[in-house]
């Protein structure tokens, strides 16, 4: 049975291509929204989305102003269904949660003023729907998958294949982080970090 690897928050982001690797996720602040159905024809997937990036760069300069470096991070989501694999169903079917990672800086008061000031110049049906909690992943496996998300099945069996290799199973909810921007970025070379916690 493989350690955990000990890894910053950067190299959270950047798991390898060429094999997967079992990393120990600290817990973070997040901003998260919960929804369901498919992301590609439901509008309530990219309204959460809008919302996120809004609040995220919100908070960003909002800190910045106190003299806090931050970064906004890529969007990041869970997904699954009910008492089964999301793998095997329609994507009708599945639940989601879409969030982005915040500084430990960020207060919920200025999260609050930040909310209160988003909604007055970029009003949006999943404001009022975004909470800030925190989130710990734990013992967990990853990859990177290079492409299409429609691509990723091989990828992600890949991956479930190394959890077993390794001694582990599978727990909780399929992870995927966005590294790269499908409005710019040709859809071969698209990269998403794929993570399943494990025990």
Known sequence: MSPATAVNVDKLF?????RPEIVDVPEFDFLMVDGSGDPN?????QHAIQALFSLSYGIHFALKKKGVDSRVRPLEALWWIEGGDFLNAKPSQWRWTA???QPEELTRALFEEVRSDTV????????????LAKFTEGLSAQVMHIGPYSAEKPTIDRLRAFIVEQGHKPRGKHHE??????RRAAPEKLKTAIRQPIV
């Not at 007055?120 to 909470?131: E, N």
């Not at 982080?177 to 499908?182: E, R, S, V």
């Open 14 to 18: 950047a798991p390898r291509a060429a």
């Open 41 to 45: 024809t439901t509008q309530e997937f």
């Open 99 to 101: 969030m982005m990672m």
């Open 120 to 131: 007055k110049r970029k009003p949006s049906p999943s404001l009022a729907k975004v909470r």
């Open 177 to 182: 982080i966005y590294l790269g921007d499908p």
